[in-house]
């Protein structure tokens, strides 16, 4: 998409000087909107479609991977294996996802595919042929979903907006997408399935019992605020467990945890009960039934429970690249390593 690169860079080079926005109307106005809703330790910042996750300064991405397998690799004594490695830049692009300032901002969604996507697709409903240049139509959303009105296009049938959140530290294996039908769970998945968890499956149903800490939520919380909401009470729920003892190393243990770590469960996003909503370990065709939870079926969840070889082909092109040792500072990966994440 050269016309969406050529209109990024130019908005990336206005961001980066800080103060020549002029040739974007709006665009300062939402700096400053953004700015004052951020907190004092950061913030996550998504569209109210989806998250700017497929892009990331890969400079700033390749330190921090290379950072964290360091850690990992001296806590296993030997050459970490592939799946390790994948757990190293969870951890990375997970880290990236926070953002500092409003700039920050500005900089990654403009160079996110999917954000550009998703709205050039709320602005051709709102009408607005060139609307990639200015920021007019855009909300800002704080944690409680208060939006702002002021830009906002009266009677339009999608109006994108801007949640800002304040950061929670989450762990890559703390985070589940549950299926809800007719508000009933019916399905939980892994969210990062490509990657095999030694932590989570451990503790699953046994000793911290991360199922019992969604289920627990969701019943006795979530459920009720979300009534009504969904057609049918149908959704996808995106849920995180935050941990009180984030220990880097813990993540490859299978020691039994006790139920006290869990600190608090988070709702990350809630997204429609559509094909379009990726079902991680769960298949829209194959599984739709338990989806469904026809027949009175029981909730269903699925982990990954070994390491899967050859997962890093199914992630980012550049990512893989920086996983296979293809950065200055990354060594190359021991085919011949075990995919044990045992220490």
């Known amino acids: ?128 042929a060139h609307a990639a240049a200015t920021a007019n139509s855009t909300n800002v959303a704080a944690a409680e979903g208060e939006a702002s009105g002021s830009g906002s296009v009266p009677g339009v049938a999608w109006l994108e907006s801007l949640v800002v959140r304040d950061w929670i530290p989450i762990e890559p294996d703390m985070e589940f997408r549950c299926f809800v039908a007719g508000g009933t769970m019916t399905a939980i998945s892994q969210y990062r399935h490509l990657i095999h968890f030694p932590r989570l499956c451990a503790n699953w149903t046994e000793g911290a019992n991360f199922l019992q800490a969604l289920l627990t939520a969701f019943e006795c919380s979530i459920k009720d605020k979300l009534a009504g909401l969904f057609p049918m009470d149908d959704y996808v729920l995106d849920l995180a467990i935050q941990l009180d003892d984030m220990s880097l190393l813990n993540i490859l243990s299978s020691d039994s945890l006790r139920p006290e770590v869990v600190e608090k469960v988070w709702v990350v996003e809630a997204n429609p009960f559509f094909e379009t909503t990726d079902g991680c370990l769960f298949n829209w065709q194959k599984d739709i039934d338990q989806l469904l939870g026809d027949g009175d079926k029981p909730l269903e969840a699925r982990l990954t429970l070994g390491p899967k070889k050859g997962a890093s082909s199914l992630i980012y092109r550049d990512w893989k690249r920086i996983i296979d040792g293809e950065g200055d500072s990354i060594p190359r990966p021991n085919p011949t390593a075990s995919h044990s994440n045992a220490p």
Request: proline share 1%; net charge negative; aromatic share 8%.
């Open 1 to 128: 998409m050269q016309e969406h690169k050529q209109i990024a860079d130019r908005l990336l080079d206005g961001a980066l000087q800080g103060d020549d926005l002029s040739d974007y109307p709006g665009l300062e106005d939402l700096k400053e909107r953004l700015a004052a809703a951020f907190g004092d330790g950061g913030a996550f910042v998504k569209s109210s479609s989806r998250s700017a996750k497929d892009f990331a300064d890969l400079a700033a991405l390749e330190q921090r991977f290379t950072a964290y397998l360091k850690n990992l690799e001296e806590a296993v004594h030997e050459v970490v294996s592939e799946n390790t490695r994948l757990i190293a830049m969870s951890y990375a692009s997970m880290a990236l996802l926070k953002s500092d300032d409003a700039l920050s901002v500005i900089n990654t969604f403009s160079q996110s595919e999917r954000i550009w996507h998703d709205m050039m697709l709320a602005t051709a409903a709102q009408g607005c």
